[in-house]
């Protein structure tokens, strides 16, 4: 039995089955498994050379330090992480949820931080899977940009600046 024929057999018509028909919830609103989803193609972002031999990434505002900038000169830090000793962003993919932010490896030497709450709910639901931010509590899907991908994620979400320079990371604002 579809949708249409249940709503029919509960007595729904015309006007009371279209209102029923029209409130479901959207095929790009349904809540998946963040930790299942298929496909591995990337969208990562890419990054352009700017001056003093830094990398900067448009999509996810990470910057990579050559060895003439100095990480410490960096005002309205947010988080500091030592990546020598930080496991989960050694990788691709990997990412961590500290102080209310939370941090990807989203592709090789570029960061992505994000604030942990949900912009659909007040929620520190947000975790991130593969390619995108995801939150766990409602399916809110959000880019590396922190726009929404689905109706949950209208809002967006925070995004903050990165900088590293190979074995420090600094999330600033």
Do not use: W
Not at 22 to 27: A, N, P, R, V, Y
Not at 137 to 150: E, I
């Amino acid at each position: 039995m579809n949708r249409f024929d249940f709503l029919k057999s509960l007595g729904l018509t015309g006007a009371a089955l279209m209102a029923a028909m029209t409130s479901c919830i959207h095929e790009e609103d349904t809540v998946v498994n963040a930790l299942t989803i298929p496909g591995s193609q990337s969208t990562a972002p890419t990054t352009s050379t700017v001056a003093s031999g830094t990398t900067t990434s448009p999509a996810s505002n990470t910057t990579t330090a050559g060895s003439g900038v100095d990480l410490s000169k960096i005002t309205n830090r947010l988080l500091t992480i030592n990546l020598t000793t930080t496991t989960a962003l050694k990788t691709v993919g990997g990412y961590i949820a500290q102080s209310g932010i939370v941090v990807a490896q989203v592709s090789t030497d570029v960061y992505v931080a994000v604030t942990q709450t949900c912009s659909h709910e007040p929620k520190k639901a947000i975790i991130f899977n593969k390619t995108e931010f995801y939150c766990t509590q409602h399916g809110a899907r959000f880019d590396l940009t922190g726009k929404g991908k689905n109706s949950f994620g209208s809002k967006g979400l925070t995004v903050y600046k990165t900088a590293t320079d190979g074995t420090t990371l600094v999330v600033y604002s």
